[in-house]
């Protein structure tokens, strides 16, 4: 028997469910719910009814069965940061290698699992009305560095969701590519869609993307730019900084072939860092953030400007 606060009265069941066990997939709840075993007075419940005051709901399985996130050991010491935090959003500083949500190894730290993890050793000290699920939002690559924002309400969740999927946070990013390119600026205009192995593809199957790219210092070999996505497909940037000709000088999917010769000296990652996100004046404050450029890229932008 599981008796839900009140403080979750106003939520539907699954979402008070989700709450309490925020290291459970929604999906995994559903199927609970789909196969009856979440019961109130030994009648199976719907996910969308009221969670009510103070229900008791009976669960017809083994709690064991529903498979947590698995949260790594090794999160604590990630290297993500928590860099702002209201009652709305989590915003996160991430280093290149630690991905947005846990890859199917689950061996790994990821953001998600490093605020869930944080989540569940804060509610010793804290009443029920005060616990959330963080939610993904949006994702970065695993091997971009930079900030990531995650809501920690369902009304933020929507909210944020929104403004992302309408193109009404900006963001900005600073990339090295591979090549001195010449014009100051460069609009990159071409669908991305769904390749092979990992890889997206440009062509007229993909969906509308657009890049916009500032041209911020030329170095000998390399561009220090500043990289604009006015819409968030998978592998956007990448694929746009490859089409002009100048792909990342350092991508292991993208940079196959390119002409400009060896990698920048002290960077062995994917040189793309997610410094700024700015959301819409109708968010109010703090509604901008910035991540400043992680010591092995500085040092490669060191690195390169010593050798011109």
């Known amino acids: 028997m599981l008796r839900i606060d009140g403080a979750f009265s106003n939520l539907g069941l699954l979402e008070a469910l989700a ?50 996130i698995h949260l790594s050991p090794l999160e604590q010491a990630s290297g993500v940061r928590v860099i702002h935090e209201d009652g709305r959003i989590a915003v996160l500083e991430k280093p290149s290698g630690v991905p947005v949500i846990p890859d199917r190894s689950r061996a790994f730290p990821s953001c998600l699992g490093f605020m869930i993890r944080r989540e569940l050793a804060d509610r010793a000290t804290k009443e029920a ?88 210092e030329r170095l000998r070999g390399f561009t220090l730019v500043r990289a604009l996505p006015r819409t968030g497909r998978t592998h956007q940037i990448r ?17 196959v072939g390119a002409s400009s010769g060896a990698p920048p000296e002290g960077i062995r990652r994917l040189t793309l860092h997610a410094e700024r996100l700015i959301l819409p004046e109708a968010w109010g404050e703090p509604r901008e953030f910035h991540a400043p450029l992680p010591e092995d890229f500085r040092e490669a932008l060191e690195a390169l400007r010593s050798s011109t």
Request: cysteine-free; overall charge positive.
């Open 19 to 68: 709450i309490l066990w925020p290291d459970r997939s929604k999906t995994d709840l559903k199927a609970l719910f789909a196969r009856g075993a979440i019961r109130s007075r030994g009648r199976p419940v719907s996910p969308f009814a009221q969670a009510g005051d103070h229900l008791e709901i009976e669960l017809h399985a083994d709690p064991d069965g529903i498979a947590p």
């Open 129 to 216: 009305a005060r616990f959330i699920r963080p939610r993904v939002v949006h994702r970065i690559d695993r091997l971009t560095s930079g900030l990531v924002i995650l809501a920690r309400t369902p009304e933020a969740e929507g909210e944020l969701s929104g403004l992302f999927e309408r193109g009404g946070i900006r963001k900005e990013y600073l990339a090295i590519l591979a090549g001195e390119v010449s014009p100051a600026k460069v609009t990159v205009d071409v669908p991305v869609g769904e390749g092979r192995k990992g890889r997206m593809r440009a062509g007229p199957e993909g969906k509308p993307s657009l890049t916009e790219f500032v041209v911020l």
């Open 239 to 255: 694929v746009h900084a490859w089409v002009m000709g100048h792909p990342l000088a350092v991508d292991p999917l993208y940079r």
